[in-house]
């Protein structure tokens, strides 16, 4: 039977780019309306999605250019990655605990810290600059 496990810290975060969705409709006709017929017919979504504000990696400049498949997914794995880091330091940065092996003989309700192996990582991560 494996060890209880409990949640000691939880940490958000967002991309830091906000677009506001009027201009992300704006850049979108300019985008899809020359090289997607059906685009005119999709374009209510973003009047009708509720939507006020969304966040990118990129700013909605980056987001307006033509990028080929390699651009995308390294400009997505550096955005996650730094998200990531980001989140790991702030959820461990919120609880004190120390890094040890967890015992299946422990009793039932005692607090496990599975967090410092992940904030370890993210701060190797941070300060190698590695984002693969």
Request: with cysteine.
């Amino acid at each position: 039977m494996a060890p209880p496990v409990n949640v000691l810290s939880i940490a958000t975060a967002v991309p830091p780019h906000q677009l506001d969705q009027r201009a992300i409709a704006v850049a979108a006709r300019e985008v899809y309306a020359r090289t997607f017929t059906r685009y005119p017919k999709l374009a209510d979504v973003f009047v009708n999605a509720g939507i006020e504000r969304r966040y990118s990696a990129r700013p909605l400049e980056w987001l307006s250019k033509p990028h080929d498949w390699g651009e995308r997914t390294e400009a997505y794995v550096e955005g996650a990655s730094e998200l990531f880091i980001q989140t790991a330091k702030a959820a461990a940065g919120t609880i004190e605990c120390s890094a040890r092996l967890s015992n299946p003989h422990r009793k039932r309700g005692s607090r496990l810290c599975r967090t410092a192996d992940l904030s370890v990582n993210a701060a190797t991560l941070a300060n190698t600059g590695s984002r693969r």
